[in-house]
Nanobody, 120 residues
Framework: QVQLVESGGGLVQAGGSLRLSCAAS????????MGWYRQAPGKQRELVAD???????NYADSVKGRFTIFRDNAKNTVYLQMNSLKPEDTGVYCC??????????????WGQGTQVTVSS
């Protein structure tokens, strides 16, 4: 099996910063794309940012210029640096990974989520 464990959430004032981490462990042959999603109360889950194994990134318009996604392939870890946080960034942030456990096996995995709360 594969587990994704997030850390780094918390309570921060508007304008502040947080860095989220997500480490993948278990039987891993390779990891393709990794990404961060968030879900605010009463809203649907949305993509925040994702990154390919080669380092190509994609961001939601609402976070461009404020958030940076990067990964350490040697550690099977993806990070989300969040700066200039706004109250509307509040939500549960979940990590997602497209993992090959072998050359012929590919599955999508989710972490349990970490709460980010931005106060005004």
């Amino acid at each position: 099996q594969v587990q994704l464990v997030e850390s780094g959430g918390g309570l921060v004032q508007a304008g502040g910063s947080l860095r989220l981490s997500c480490a993948a462990s278990g039987t891993i042959f390779s990891i393709n794309a990794m990404g961060w999603y968030r879900q605010a109360p009463g809203k649907q889950r949305e993509l925040v940012a994702d990154i390919t194994s080669g380092g190509s990134t994609n961001y939601a318009d609402s976070v461009k210029g404020r958030f940076t996604i990067f990964r350490d392939n040697a550690k099977n870890t993806v990070y989300l640096q969040m700066n200039s946080l706004k109250p509307e960034d509040t939500g549960v942030y979940c990590c997602n990974a497209d993992v090959r456990r072998s050359p012929w096996s590919r599955n999508n995995y989710w972490g349990q989520g970490t709460q980010v709360t931005v106060s005004s």
